[in-house]
Nanobody, 128 residues
């Protein structure tokens, strides 16, 4: 299993920005898909953006143009840059990972939580 530790959550005013980080216990380069999910109180967990082992990315429509996912392979760290935050972005944010082949595109399934085997503990983001 891959251990994942998120950080960077906090409280911010609407229109502000935050950057979340997710440190993985192993190198994810070329072998893993990674994604950010979020869950608001009383809501189902939803995929936000995901990136496969070939660097292909899928964003949820609700965050396109505002959020950016990236990976620093040297640091085994996944990032989520969140700009123009809205109150509806308030949620616990989780990173997740699953084994993937670099030669296969996983764009169609990157935001499906049931596909992921390892999860972080979550970090709270509150937008007011």
């Amino acid at each position: 299993h891959v251990q994942l530790v998120e950080s960077g959550g906090g409280s911010v005013e609407a229109g502000g920005s935050l950057t979340l980080s997710c440190a993985a216990s192993v190198s994810t380069y070329s072998r893993y898909c990674m994604a950010w999910f979020r869950q608001a109180p009383g809501e189902e967990r939803e995929g936000v953006p995901g990136i496969d082992s070939g660097g292909r990315i899928t964003y949820a429509d609700s965050v396109k143009g505002r959020f950016t996912i990236s990976v620093d392979n040297a640091k085994n760290t996944l990032y989520l840059q969140m700009n123009s935050l809205k109150p509806e972005d308030t949620a616990v944010y989780y990173c997740a990972t699953r084994s993937c082949s670099i030669s296969v595109s996983y764009r169609q399934t990157l935001l499906r939580q049931r596909e992921y085997s390892d999860w972080g503990q979550g970090t709270q983001v509150t937008v007011s």
